[in-house]
Nanobody
């Protein structure tokens, strides 16, 4: 069975930094593109960042320059470093795994075709 487990969420103040991690099991990690999404109350689940096995990274314009995605292929994990957090970053953050072809073709991950999802971790940013 495939499992993606996020960790690192919590309550922080505006301007703080936070690092999220996603541990994976049951899949051939190197064969998948990995990504991060978030969903705030009343909003759609939106793409944040994704990364290929070779380290090529893709970002949504809203977080480019503040968030950095990385992966450790030896440990089968993917991380999201979030700096200068804002109240509007408050959301449940989800780890995702998908085949790399779509990411390479589109330049982002589409939530409707993601293969595997984690259950999410809550990030709350206070003003």
């Amino acid at each position: 069975q495939v499992q993606l487990v996020e960790s690192g969420g919590g309550l922080v103040q505006a301007g703080d930094s936070l690092r999220l991690s996603c541990a994976t099991s049951g899949l051939t990690f190197a064969g998948y593109a990995m990504g991060w999404f978030r969903q705030a109350p009343g909003k759609e689940r939106g793409f944040l960042a994704a990364i290929l096995n070779d380290g090529s990274a893709y970002y949504a314009d809203s977080v480019k320059g503040r968030f950095t995605i990385s992966r450790d292929n030896a440990k089968n994990t993917v991380s999201l470093q979030m700096n200068n957090l804002k109240p509007e970053d408050t959301a449940v953050y989800y780890c995702a795994a998908d085949r790399p072809a779509s990411l390479q073709r589109l330049g982002f991950m589409h939530s409707k075709v993601v293969n595997y999802w984690g259950k999410g971790t809550l990030v709350t940013v206070s003003s």
